[in-house]
């Protein structure tokens, strides 16, 4: 079997605050530590159920944050930006990975109690709707992951996730490794009970092919974002079939939702370039 996993950082046990996930911060050492090991515990059970080919794909911010000295040897780790497809390269591979693991995951944008809620640009998206759903990462991935044909198996990280996960895409593995208090605090699992968890539920979920989820995109897709400022929608307005709907909500639709996908990472790029320090 040949698995993919896309490994984010805000949904790992012990992680709560913005700076333990900023490089140069303080606890960010230690959050990369916990990072390996969740993902180590996860392709230590693929391994054991029979995965012969794991590709991880680092995620989180600039997407240079495992090393591949610590990761499991049975391992290749997809590191560094600027990705064709962002947290979900790699899913697209000519050789079709069996099934994705969402590793370190959070909540969407907006959620009441996700710890680290954001949804791809935290400065720069305050809300995500696919055809007028509210969705987050997990939603926007899992929709790519499933317009090249790749079903879900594992999603791991707090109970705020799972709860969107469920009510997004019905029956999917969904490990909880943190309560959710708000959105900066969580109420943290007993580390090596977390880890054994992982590994038994990345291995139950490898074989269990029945729980798989392939959450198909719709088509047309009608990808609606709201801003953060106007200045950002003054940009995102400038690309080809972009419109304008206000002050600060913008819509993209085409047939294909790897172009829609695709279009929502380079309106962020250019909503991102407005950013100012002093109006914010």
Not at 24 to 30: A, L, Q, T, V
Not at 119 to 138: C, S
Not at 203 to 216: D, P, S
Not at 217 to 244: F, Q, W
Request: with cysteine; aromatic share 8%; charged share 25%.
């Amino acid at each position: 079997m040949r698995a993919y996993i896309s490994v984010d950082l805000e949904g790992i046990n012990g992680v709560c605050h913005s700076s333990q996930t900023q490089p140069g911060e303080p606890g960010y050492e230690r959050s990369i530590k916990l990072m390996h090991q969740e993902t180590n515990a996860v392709i230590e059970g693929l391994v054991k159920a029979g995965c012969t080919d794991i590709l991880v794909n680092d995620s989180h911010w600039d997407m240079r944050n495992l090393r591949i000295e610590q990761l499991h040897p049975k391992a290749h780790l997809t590191s560094g930006w600027q990705k064709p497809f962002s947290m979900v390269s790699g899913v697209h591979a000519a050789e079709k990975p069996d099934f994705a693991c969402f590793i370190g995951y959070h909540a969407r944008s907006g959620c009441a109690t996700g710890v680290l809620s954001h949804t791809y640009r935290a400065q720069v998206f305050r809300d995500v709707r696919i055809n007028d759903v509210l969705v987050g990462e997990t939603g926007l991935n899992a929709y790519l992951a499933g317009a090249f044909g790749v079903p879900i198996a594992l999603i791991t990280g707090d109970d705020a996730l799972a709860k969107e996960c469920t009510e997004l895409m019905g029956e999917v593995s969904c490990v909880v490794v943190k309560q959710a208090v708000s959105r900066y605090s969580a109420c943290f699992k007993p580390q090596e009970e977390v880890l054994k968890h992982l590994e038994d539920c990345a291995r139950i979920a490898a074989i269990n092919k029945k729980g798989w989820n392939l959450l198909k995109p719709p088509a047309p897709a009608k990808l609606t974002i709201t801003l953060a400022d106007t200045s950002m929608a003054d940009a995102c307005e400038l690309i080809p079939n972009v419109k304008r709907l206000n002050d600060r909500d913008v819509e993209f639709e085409d047939q294909d939702y790897k172009v829609v996908f695709r279009v929502m990472l380079a309106l962020g790029a250019l909503g991102a370039s407005r950013k100012d320090p002093f109006f914010s």
